[in-house]
């Protein structure tokens, strides 16, 4: 789940300014004299330079075919000044993107930042997401990092989408066909064996090209274990970025290996939510916040660029690195709608990126944009999926007189986190069910919206199996469990500080629940603990209520520590099939589902 976790950084970094740097031999402009600047470098590798493109995305989740409501869409603006929101999105368009980028550019290499599989569609996700796998082997993806995501179904089965085999429990999909793996390395620098001491899987990759050779460092964030279910990463820890990405590159720099880029599943929060903004005004870096920047900013001057990726946001930019230097630092949004092109320029002579102290290499974002061709083998590939999962995908479950937003949402509490919370009360409040008063959901695990319009055969309005999967692709088993008054206050005071103080996780309630959160506050002080009320009464800190939530979050997971001191736990049905029987019994083609007004929560500005 792609919310930012807090960070645990010590102390203890400083920023390295030039003149450490210079004491440690390292120049601060990297070019000898009278180096080529890298303005006119050669394409053909006949020249001291040579100019390798460098093709990004990230947090692809399986989004096979192009992904529905706002989730399909990116923002971008006009010249007039004016913003344009256009369809993007999809293997098939995203492939046909990639390839029309490469042609004329003989040393062209492709990189992604992470969760390529996980909380994925139907599509991909009822496969374990083998199909998304061969996707990326098609479309010629080089090099991965990996993210939270690839641990959702834990350390062997990560392991089994590198390696290749039938999966464990379900076997092979097709007869006469074994699923071969990636044909790309994932690299875990910073996921290491608890026993061991070694990384998971290779720590970094070194791309090849007559001659010319880039290292490719992977992280995933630091806070992994804080947003994934525990068991999926035991026997694993995750390690400082930076510190990890420092220790590599000098292990690459020792090889010969003067040429670095890192790949960074943990991202920033952009000024503006349009892809193609002027991420560097009114300075460089200025309009980028968030985790990112602190990595960034101490990363050492051996890596080159900075591939990211978690917040979905989509963002350019050049941000200093310690020495002063700039350094490009992107994300291509998510869901495959966008892909980063990076102009990388190599000089033969040093075996180094040109970098200038004032220039950076050139880096945008371009729309993967569906009025393009398709490219075949993808639509081959799909297809051939699709017919395996169809009798299951495109089952009716309900009907909807509008969008529900969800992933979508411009507010704290969305339409469809109110229909999530009703559906898990509906589905465990009855006496040998649970008996739950309430129910709580976590924002990040709204995959999605739920369109009106069709994507498929079965008409506007009309709910399908598989869309219902891929707003719920996790298939947690549904909690019950005890809190007094003061663990669910203290529950509802974490959405805004300790962990997520920076980057508030605003819990979707069930019908009944009320409160008032002031924005305007800092910290805890944000819920106004006399507002909190259930159906109409005042919650009692010294009362005991049966509260329902999905075990991610019984778990304390996405810091709701709170929540892990529950007792009496009953396990009800999951959260899926909780969500398509509330669907079912609540709307028909004659009484569709209306959007919640999503009034349940006050907010405060």
Same mark, same amino acid.
């Given at each position: 789940?792609?919310?930012?976790?807090?960070?645990?950084?010590?102390?203890?970094?400083?920023?390295?300014?030039?003149?450490?740097?210079?004491?440690?031999?390292?120049?601060?402009?990297?070019?000898?004299?009278?180096?080529?600047?890298?303005?006119?470098?050669?394409?053909?590798?006949?020249?001291?330079?040579?100019? +390798?493109?460098?093709?990004?995305?990230?947090?692809?989740?399986?989004?096979?075919?192009?992904?529905?409501?706002?989730?399909?869409?990116?923002?971008?603006?006009?010249?007039?000044?004016?913003?344009?929101?256009?369809?993007?999105?999809?293997?098939?368009?995203?492939?046909?993107?990639? #390839?029309?980028?490469?042609?004329?550019?003989?040393?062209?290499?492709?990189?992604?930042?992470?969760?390529?599989?996980?909380?994925?569609?139907?599509?991909?996700?009822?496969?374990?997401?083998?199909?998304?796998?061969?996707?990326?082997?098609?479309?010629?993806?080089?090099?991965?990092?990996? !993210?939270? &995501?690839?641990?959702?179904?834990?350390?062997?089965?990560?392991?089994?989408?590198?390696?290749?085999?039938?999966?464990?429990?379900?076997?092979?999909?097709?007869?006469? #066909?074994?699923?071969?793996?990636?044909?790309?390395?994932?690299?875990?620098?910073?996921?290491?064996?608890?026993?061991?001491?070694?990384?998971?899987?290779?720590?970094?990759?070194?791309?090849?090209?007559? !001659?010319?050779?880039?290292?490719?460092?992977?992280?995933?964030?630091?806070?992994?274990?804080?947003?994934?279910?525990?068991?999926?990463?035991?026997?694993?820890?995750?390690?400082?970025?930076?510190?990890?990405?420092?220790?590599?590159?000098?292990?690459?720099?020792?090889?010969?290996?003067?040429?670095?880029?890192?790949?960074?599943?943990?991202?920033?929060?952009?000024?503006?939510?349009?892809?193609?903004?002027?991420?560097?005004?009114? !300075?460089?870096?200025?309009?980028?916040?968030?985790?990112?920047?602190?990595? /960034?900013? &101490?990363?050492?001057?051996?890596?080159?660029?900075?591939?990211?990726?978690?917040?979905?946001?989509?963002?350019?930019?050049? +941000?200093?690195?310690?020495?002063?230097?700039?350094?490009?630092?992107?994300?291509?949004?998510?869901?495959?709608?966008?892909?980063?092109?990076?102009?990388?320029?190599?000089?033969? #002579?040093?075996?180094?990126?040109?970098?200038?102290?004032?220039?950076?290499?050139?880096?945008?974002?371009? +729309?993967?944009?569906?009025?393009?061709?398709?490219?075949?083998?993808?639509?081959?590939?799909?297809?051939?999926?699709?017919?395996?999962? /169809?009798?299951?995908?495109?089952?009716?479950?309900?009907?909807?007189?509008?969008?529900?937003?969800?992933?979508?949402?411009?507010?704290?509490?969305?339409?469809?986190?109110?229909?999530?919370?009703?559906?898990?009360?509906?589905?465990?409040?009855?006496?040998?069910?649970?008996?739950?008063?309430?129910?709580?959901?976590?924002?990040? !695990?709204?995959?999605?919206?739920?369109?009106?319009?069709?994507?498929?055969?079965?008409?506007?309005? +009309?709910?399908?199996?598989?869309?219902?999967?891929?707003?719920?692709?996790?298939?947690?088993?549904?909690?019950?469990?005890?809190?007094?008054?003061?663990?669910?206050?203290?529950?509802?005071?974490?959405?805004?500080?300790?962990?997520?103080?920076?980057?508030?996780?605003?819990?979707?309630?069930?019908?009944?629940?009320?409160?008032?959160?002031?924005?305007?506050?800092?910290?805890?002080?944000?819920?106004?603990?006399?507002?909190?009320?259930?159906?109409?009464?005042?919650?009692?800190?010294?009362?005991?209520?049966?509260?329902?939530?999905?075990?991610?979050?019984?778990?304390?997971?996405?810091?709701?520590?709170?929540?892990?001191?529950?007792?009496?736990?009953?396990?009800?049905?999951?959260?899926?099939?909780?969500?398509?029987?509330?669907?079912?019994?609540?709307?028909?083609?004659?009484?569709?589902?209306?959007?919640?007004?999503?009034?349940?929560?006050?907010?405060?500005?």
């Amino acid at each position: 789940m792609p919310a930012t976790p807090q960070r645990r950084r010590a102390v203890r970094r400083l920023t390295i300014g030039a003149a450490v740097l210079a004491a440690a031999g390292i120049a601060a402009t990297a070019l000898p004299a009278g180096a080529d600047t890298g303005q006119g470098a050669r394409t053909d590798g006949t020249g001291r330079t040579v100019d +390798v493109q460098l093709l990004s995305f990230n947090d692809f989740h399986g989004n096979l075919e192009p992904p529905q409501g706002s989730s399909g869409t990116v923002e971008e603006v006009q010249p007039d000044g004016s913003k344009k929101s256009v369809p993007a999105g999809g293997a098939e368009y995203l492939a046909q993107s990639l #390839r029309t980028a490469r042609k004329g550019h003989p040393y062209s290499v492709t990189a992604a930042a992470g969760d390529l599989v996980g909380a994925s569609p139907l599509l991909s996700g009822l496969f374990h997401d083998e199909p998304t796998v061969e996707a990326m082997n098609k479309l010629g993806l080089d090099v991965t990092s990996v !993210g939270n &995501h690839e641990f959702d179904e834990g350390r062997s089965e990560l392991t089994r989408l590198q390696q290749g085999g039938c999966h464990p429990k379900d076997g092979c999909y097709e007869d006469g #066909r074994k699923f071969r793996g990636a044909g790309f390395p994932y690299v875990t620098a910073n996921v290491t064996d608890d026993k061991t001491g070694k990384p998971l899987l290779k720590p970094y990759s070194v791309w090849k090209r007559k !001659g010319v050779k880039i290292g490719f460092i992977g992280v995933t964030l630091e806070g992994t274990p804080d947003i994934v279910n525990a068991e999926g990463i035991k026997g694993l820890k995750f390690h400082d970025e930076v510190e990890t990405i420092n220790k590599y590159a000098k292990v690459l720099n020792r090889q010969g290996v003067k040429a670095i880029v890192a790949l960074i599943h943990e991202g920033g929060m952009p000024a503006s939510t349009s892809y193609n903004y002027n991420c560097d005004s009114p !300075g460089p870096g200025d309009g980028i916040s968030g985790p990112i920047t602190e990595i /960034a900013e &101490h990363v050492t001057p051996r890596v080159d660029a900075l591939v990211t990726g978690h917040t979905h946001q989509a963002y350019a930019c050049t +941000v200093p690195d310690p020495s002063g230097r700039p350094r490009t630092v992107t994300s291509a949004a998510s869901y495959g709608r966008l892909y980063t092109d990076t102009t990388l320029t190599y000089d033969r #002579r040093t075996r180094d990126i040109v970098r200038t102290t004032v220039k950076a290499p050139h880096s945008a974002n371009h +729309v993967v944009d569906r009025t393009q061709p398709k490219a075949a083998d993808l639509t081959s590939l799909i297809t051939r999926w699709n017919k395996l999962a /169809a009798p299951v995908a495109g089952r009716p479950v309900g009907h909807i007189s509008a969008d529900i937003a969800g992933r979508g949402a411009t507010t704290p509490e969305s339409p469809l986190g109110d229909v999530i919370a009703d559906a898990q009360l509906e589905a465990t409040k009855a006496d040998g069910k649970g008996g739950a008063q309430l129910a709580l959901m976590n924002p990040g !695990g709204v995959r999605s919206d739920l369109a009106f319009k069709a994507s498929g055969p079965e008409g506007d309005g +009309v709910v399908t199996y598989g869309e219902a999967f891929t707003v719920q692709p996790f298939t947690n088993m549904l909690n019950v469990v005890d809190l007094t008054g003061a663990q669910l206050l203290s529950g509802l005071q974490q959405q805004v500080s300790g962990p997520n103080a920076a980057s508030p996780k605003i819990l979707q309630v069930s019908q009944g629940l009320t409160y008032t959160l002031d924005m305007t506050k800092s910290g805890a002080d944000r819920v106004v603990k006399d507002s909190v009320k259930l159906n109409g009464v005042a919650l009692d800190p010294a009362k005991t209520y049966r509260v329902a939530m999905n075990e991610f979050l019984a778990g304390g997971g996405d810091g709701f520590p709170a929540f892990k001191d529950a007792r009496n736990k009953y396990v009800g049905p999951s959260d899926l099939d909780a969500f398509t029987a509330y669907l079912t019994a609540h709307s028909s083609a004659d009484k569709p589902l209306t959007p919640p007004k999503a009034d349940r929560i006050t907010v405060v500005k």
